[in-house]
């Protein structure tokens, strides 16, 4: 079978310059990841696909002969379908494309293959590809299927019914974009339902959801007359992607009857249950995610579970004796590794978080994927110097530093590149009842300076004016009632004299190049939540004429400007999930893309279309390249 090509389309337009700078931005996800197929009792592991790169979610044919996978062997964020012999041979592309595709699944009698892909919207959909003529059909993004313009509206983990005429999902549409903990948190939960749709588009329906709940990854029983799911709070979407939090949380496999939606509960207690799949037999397999419990486990009456190290997104073949899955690596990222690039003029490459640049070409950061220190370095790595240390000098919790909670974070130069400012400190959820201050340091390690009091309140994200004269910086209080308030406000750096700006849930403040505007992002209370949505705003120094850039429902943040001030790099929720959120792993915003715009907020255009989250991005300036 020849390979399927589909045209390239690039997310964003050509750049008015012959050779741009590269995109730097950080991606949260596995750094590699390899397919491992397995008797059903976990003997025999062996290593059934590894490009070198990221391959994950496996699934078998019916028959048992092939399996079908996502590999980002074409550029790391780009990812593609392929199949192969269940020995690992006979390796094959079916999608050629710079949109998301992934979650394949075959048809029953091999002919067609349903999997999720990003291409025409850059929304996740459910497709058909026909492997005979090679004709590509979207299920969900028509009218009738697709929910409202302003609500989630992804459409995930397809399976085909026994005899090839549905297919099962699960999707977000027509839910709220909302926050972990009633609103209050700044990443979004996912609530997810079950809905079936025949391959030619017709007869689309839900078959079974619950208010606030999240039921995903849908399978057919062998007679096609039900469909198994994992069931959780759409709370835990969230929970269950922080590993200290995931052992708290519980979820269960539920099936229901397709034609009357009867209910059917297969597990009860703790522990958090995903991946289901019925066998042959009947039988209900899944597997219990995180802690020494995790394995795969059966419905079957005292059937031993089985334990197999580091295992994900099980897939048990139908007559369940052998068992797909994916194993991931976490070493983290080299910096200014290559990653796919979805513009044709610029490279992307990833870099550790808030990069900033000199006026001579410097680049500092900080190394949140060591322990949060502040790093120096030139633009392609290279003379990496560490001028504050968090281990050494800050007396910082090392816990709440391994956790990403504290460190000294958001560094940035002053304009004259002879100081860096950046704030030390506990943040995130703890920044309503940490203390953290404010911080300068030479370029070359000397001179350290503390230049606020942590014990009157959290002071953090920094940022120096265009003269060189005044910080401006993101204050928290204690607030029973809020993560944190306090809004903007800037410091002299002469006369040591503060004055706030603006009052509200303000944070990452950047003055612009020009000194005129301050960007922002804000903390927007919406109906019956503490707090639902955050969007981007610049103000005044003075604190006058505020000016709102963004209002999509989903949370926009990470806003950095354009070297010359023109446009603004920020990261968005607004494209959506791309999977269901409980598949992840240490991904906390796996619905975040980049995008850029104008500085007045008008020509919005997304710039990243991966699986993972891709955050505070940066362009490299010309000097420093």
């Not at 390239?8 to 990841?33: D, F, V």
């Not at 926009?556 to 929720?573: A, F």
């Not at 008008?602 to 490299?620: A, F, L």
Request: hydrophobic share 35%; with cysteine; glycine share 10%.
């Amino acid at each position: 079978m020849a390979a399927l090509t589909v045209a390239h389309y690039p997310l964003s337009a050509q750049s008015e310059t012959p050779t741009p700078g590269p995109l730097l931005l950080n991606r949260i996800g596995p750094s590699a990841s390899q397919i491992f197929i397995a008797n059903a009792d976990g003997s025999n592991e062996r290593k059934l696909i590894d490009s070198g790169s990221l391959d994950y979610n496996a699934s078998f044919s019916a028959d048992g002969a092939w399996v079908v996978f996502t590999s980002e062997r074409d550029g790391l964020g780009n990812s593609n379908l392929y199949r192969a012999r269940t020995d690992g041979t006979q390796v094959e592309r079916l999608t050629n494309d710079s949109a998301v595709e992934d979650a394949a699944a075959l048809s029953p009698d091999g002919s067609k293959v349903a999997f999720v892909s990003t291409r025409e919207g850059m929304l996740a959909n459910i497709w058909v590809l026909n492997l005979k003529d090679r004709t590509l059909k979207n299920l969900t993004g028509v009218s009738g299927v697709q929910g409202r313009a302003d609500s989630p509206n992804g459409f995930f983990r397809p399976s085909w019914s026994p005899d090839g005429q549905w297919l099962a999902f699960s999707s977000d549409r027509d839910t709220e974009w909302k926050g972990h903990h009633n609103g209050a948190g700044w990443e979004h939960t996912q609530e997810l339902s079950i809905y079936v749709i025949r391959p030619d588009g017709t007869g689309f329906r839900k078959v079974s959801g619950r208010k606030d709940h999240c039921q995903g990854s849908p399978k057919w029983s062998p007679d096609g007359k039900r469909i198994v799911f994992y069931e959780t709070l759409a709370e835990y979407t969230y929970w269950v992607l922080r590993p200290d939090l995931l052992l708290q949380i519980d979820s269960q496999i539920v099936s229901v009857d397709v034609a009357t939606g009867e209910r059917q509960e297969h597990t009860k207690g703790p522990g958090f249950k995903i991946s289901p799949q019925y066998l042959d037999s009947g039988e209900i397999v899944y597997r219990r995610k995180g802690g020494p419990e995790d394995g795969l486990y059966s419905t079957a009456p005292a059937k031993a579970a089985v334990k197999i190290a580091g295992l994900r997104t099980p897939c048990w073949s139908p007559d369940g004796k052998q068992v797909l899955y994916e194993k991931f690596t976490w070493r983290g990222w080299k910096q200014n590794q290559a990653l796919y690039s979805w513009d044709a003029s610029r490279e992307y490459r990833y870099t550790d978080v808030w990069p900033a640049f000199s006026q001579s070409g410097w680049m500092v950061l900080t190394a949140k994927h060591e322990d949060g220190s502040i790093d120096v370095m030139r633009a392609d790595g290279s003379e990496r110097r560490r001028v504050y240390d968090v281990t050494k000098q800050s007396r910082l919790d090392p816990t709440l530093v391994k956790r990403g909670l504290a460190g000294a974070f958001f560094p940035v130069w002053s304009p004259d590149g002879e100081w860096i400012v950046f704030g030390v400190g506990e943040w995130f959820t703890q920044r309503g009842k940490g203390r953290a201050k404010l911080m300068r340091v030479k370029s070359d390690g000397s001179g350290l300076e503390q230049l606020t009091d942590d014990s009157i309140f959290n002071a953090g994200f920094p940022s120096y004016s265009a003269d060189g004269k005044e910080v401006v910086f993101r204050i928290a209080n204690q607030d029973p009632n809020s993560a944190s308030l306090g809004g903007l406000a800037v410091l002299n750096l002469e006369s040591r004299q503060i004055r706030r700006i603006t009052s509200g849930y303000d944070n990452m403040p950047i003055w612009s190049p020009d000194g005129s505007r301050i960007l922002f992002n804000r903390g927007v209370r919406n109906p019956n939540s503490i707090w639902s949505n955050f969007d981007l705003y610049t103000v005044r120094p003075d604190g006058s004429d505020l000016r709102r850039l963004t209002d999509h429902p989903a949370s926009d943040g990470h806003p950095v400007w354009t070297p010359d001030g023109t446009q603004i790099l920020y990261n968005s929720g607004q494209a959506g999930y791309r999977d269901e959120a409980c598949h992840y792993d240490q991904t906390f915003q796996p619905y975040g893309q980049l995008f850029v715009m104008n500085a007045d907020g008008s020509g919005k255009r997304q710039i990243t279309d991966s699986i993972w989250e891709d955050s505070t991005p940066q362009y490299v300036p010309p000097g420093a390249r």
